[in-house]
């Protein structure tokens, strides 16, 4: 059965700490993305990625890095230099075609105290 | 920047009622789509539309692109409580990009 892996589902950590947000697919799609949603915010993009080893910032990329070691996996490191980490990620995916739909994870809420 | 806007932004209706929310594009789209994300989950895909004036139906949901194919529209007959959640609409531009969505809740 074919989709997007997020993990954890919950995530806390102290102010100061860098954390790691984990999302593979197994839908052999090339495109990989990150967004982050706010109340009332909507998605917004961090990063996306759509072929291993190259990835593109999105328009709210500061404090965040990403790496494509492998075609499945596009974790994200939510870096302490970001000033308001708290939110719910979004991993999702596509087959990299133009204007395919993409395909999200169960997302991961990360609590920044 | 480009950007898609949705209104209304909240949307509360009584089961049975009909309602239409609206997405805006500040430039042409080649493509918009529809994704519905329920209470605590995350998006799903709905629907594309590509051409021009173009209209999907799904069961009690219509889609229509604009004939400028700058706006679009989703139509639900006769909500129900299984329509709660939160519709985006969203467009190419550099990447795809979200409009900041609909909550729709549903009085019963």
């Known amino acids: 059965d074919g989709g997007i892996t997020q993990s954890p589902k919950y995530l806390f950590r102290k102010e100061g700490q860098n954390v790691t947000l984990s999302c593979e697919q197994n839908?052999?799609?090339?495109?990989m993305y990150w967004y982050r949603q706010d109340p009332g915010q909507g998605l917004r993009l961090i990063y996306y990625?759509?072929?291993?080893?190259?990835?593109q910032k999105g328009d709210i990329a500061e404090g965040y890095s990403v790496s494509r070691e492998k075609k499945e996996s596009f974790p994200l490191t939510v870096t302490s230099a970001q000033k308001n980490p708290t939110a719910f990620y979004l991993c999702?995916?596509?087959?990299?075609?133009?204007?395919?739909?993409?395909?999200f994870g169960n997302g991961t809420r990360l609590t920044v105290t | 920047g480009q950007q898609v806007m949705q209104i209304p932004q909240y949307q509360h209706v009584q089961e049975g009622e009909d309602f239409t929310t609206y997405c805006n594009s500040s430039?042409?789209?080649?493509?918009i789509q529809w994704y519905k994300q329920r209470p605590g989950g995350h998006p799903v895909f709905l629907i594309q539309?590509?051409?021009?004036?173009e209209v999907k139906k799904q069961k009690r949901l219509t889609f229509q692109f604009g004939e400028a194919k700058k706006n679009s529209s989703l139509h639900i007959t006769a909500t129900q409580t299984t329509d709660v959640g939160t519709y985006f609409c969203a467009g190419p531009l550099r990447e795809l990009v979200f409009g900041k969505g609909m909550k729709l809740t549903v009085n019963p």
């Open positions: 539309l590509v051409k021009s004036g």
């Open positions: 430039t042409t789209l080649s493509n």
């Open positions: 999702a995916s596509s087959n990299g075609q133009t204007n395919s739909p993409l395909h």
């Open positions: 990625s759509q072929i291993v080893n190259d990835f």
């Open positions: 839908l052999n799609h090339d495109a």
